[in-house]
């Protein structure tokens, strides 16, 4: 399995925010608002893996105070991670796209609401991307192992 690669989750992002700015143009007047539950939920799923990360590269650096972590967790971590970097990629980008169609609508209500609530999501998304890529990078096995063991 290759690391994940920080340009192809910005182009998600990107891609998917042009598209959802441009299809958003004839719809959106007939949606409901932007829900607001996404920004703490993916908050919180950032800080998960922010946490998860940490405490993984303490396990497999074998840290005083720690236990060596399993090898087949530290696969499902990693799943985790790229499952939640391309997520948060789609994700934001789909937020971004609502933001810059919101964008033009300031001076009303609904929009400006949905504006502040897409970006707020959209940013939660990139901290999420963060977030797993950093498990992902904290998932690696150290090169030079002092005792030949992993």
Same mark, same amino acid.
């Given at each position: ?14 891609? $998917?925010?042009?598209?959802? %700015? ?10 409901? #608002?932007?829900? %607001?539950? #996404? ?8 800080? +998960?893996?922010?946490?998860?990360? %940490? ?25 985790? &991670?790229?499952?939640? &970097?391309? +997520? ?7 937020? #971004?796209?609502?933001? $810059? ?5 300031? +001076? ?14 959209? $940013? ?6 963060? #977030? ?19």
């Amino acid at each position: 399995m290759k690391p994940t690669r920080p340009g192809v989750l910005v182009g998600i992002l990107v891609v $998917l925010a042009v598209l959802t %700015w441009s299809l958003l143009r004839p719809f959106y007047s007939d949606l409901q #608002a932007v829900p %607001w539950t #996404a920004i703490p939920t993916v908050l919180l799923l950032a800080v +998960g893996e922010f946490y998860s990360g %940490w405490m993984t590269k303490a396990r497999i650096e074998r840290r005083p105070g720690t236990e060596p972590v399993e090898p087949l967790a530290v696969a499902r971590l990693v799943a985790l &991670a790229k499952a939640s &970097a391309y +997520g948060g990629a789609v994700f934001g980008g789909i937020f #971004a796209g609502f933001a $810059l169609h919101t964008v033009e609508l300031l +001076g009303q209500e609904v929009p400006r609401r949905d504006f502040f609530v897409a970006g707020g999501s959209m $940013l939660t998304c990139v901290l999420l991307v963060c #977030a797993a890529l950093y498990l992902e990078y904290c998932c690696k096995v150290p090169k030079d192992t002092s005792d030949g063991e992993r």
